[in-house]
């Protein structure tokens, strides 16, 4: 095996200024800072994400509620449909049985022609 030789490519580190780190620490507090405002911002619209669920589940329950006695007065109306034809059926079988009644008095009423 051949020797080898370890030759640094590292450059030399410049010493670090003063100003250098206190921009370093500003930009870093500027990040903190929105950093905060973007946690702030997503709490807020996780809220508004959960006030918004509560409502849509409360709309859904009032939509539950309207479909089902929506059904209820269907089946009411079609019952009392069905009495209304029940009854004006009876009521027009009674004219009938009315209207023979009168001919019949009629008949008897009239003159027998000699």
Known sequence: MAPTIAVSSAQPRRPVKAAEIREEEEEEAAL??????????????????????????????????????????????GELEAEAMDQARHYNNRIVSLMDQLSQANRLLRPVPN
């Open 32 to 77: 903190r800072r929105r950093n905060e405002d973007l946690e702030e911002e997503l709490r807020k619209s996780q809220e508004r994400e959960e006030q918004m669920r509560r409502e849509l589940e409360r709309a859904w329950e009032r939509l539950r509620v309207v479909e089902e006695a929506e059904e209820r007065l269907c089946s009411q109306l």
